[in-house]
């Protein structure tokens, strides 16, 4: 009996992917580990990328986050097509001290134009506004150009900010994903006029492929 219920909720967790993409020293990590352990950590040295999983109530609904810290060598290394299409939403993270940054993800940006994967424009380091290069309404121009949401934060000071961004990035994930189950019942039903019979059939836990 408790052996079925503990499958039953693990069965209805769901599961969100969640790329950070910035250039070096814009502060993805910092940001990652912000919202997932509330510390902050100020120095990293990472040499490749790195995947943190962690459960998190969203919308008091637990919510199994994978994210990709991702670790670009320099200005002139993006992130590889198989990156953005293993990813289910994608947080495009700059510094507003590093005007470099912002050219970043605009390059990466342009390059997710026909992508339907929900993306969120993060600009990290506002605590730092005496050494700012890259303007609030730049960013609120760039978010509205990818129509998408858009923050300023300070991975260093500010703990509910980061989290109401993942958090944000995760409902919009959930929210297409329920779009496109309804286009694809929408679909399966508008064939009803042929005399082929649609049925839905779901794998056992058993079929599916193993992590």
């Known amino acids: 009996?408790?052996?079925?219920?503990?499958?039953?909720?693990?069965?209805?967790?769901?599961?969100?992917?969640?790329?950070?993409?910035?250039?070096?020293?814009?502060?993805?990590?910092?940001?990652?580990?912000?919202?997932l352990t509330k510390r902050y950590i100020g120095e990293y040295d990472h040499q490749s990328e790195t995947r943190y999983k962690h459960e998190v109530l969203v919308d008091n609904e637990p919510v199994l986050y994978e994210i990709l810290d991702t670790c670009p060598k320099n200005e002139d290394d993006y992130p590889s097509a198989d990156t953005l299409n293993w990813a289910d939403g994608i947080l495009l993270v700059y510094s507003i001290t590093d005007r470099r940054s912002f050219a970043y993800v605009k390059k990466v940006s342009a390059s997710l134009t026909d992508s339907d994967v929900p993306i969120?424009?993060?600009?990290?380091?506002?605590?730092?506004?005496?050494?700012?290069?890259?303007?609030?309404?730049?960013?609120?121009i760039l978010a509205g150009e990818m129509d998408c949401g858009f923050s300023e934060v300070a991975a260093a000071e500010q703990v509910a900010p980061i989290a109401s961004v993942f958090q944000d990035l995760c409902r919009a994930v959930l929210a297409a994903r329920r779009k496109s189950k309804h286009s694809l019942l929408e679909r399966m039903l508008g064939a009803k006029g042929s005399n082929i019979k649609l049925y839905a059939r779901g794998k056992s836990d058993s079929a599916l492929p193993k992590d």
Do not use: C, W
């Open 1 to 35: 009996m408790n052996s079925k219920g503990i499958r039953r909720k693990k069965s209805s967790l769901s599961e969100v992917k969640i790329a950070v993409i910035g250039a070096p020293s814009v502060g993805k990590s910092a940001l990652s580990v912000r919202f």
């Open 120 to 140: 969120y424009l993060v600009a990290n380091k506002n605590d730092m506004v005496h050494l700012r290069q890259v303007s609030a309404e730049e960013g609120t």
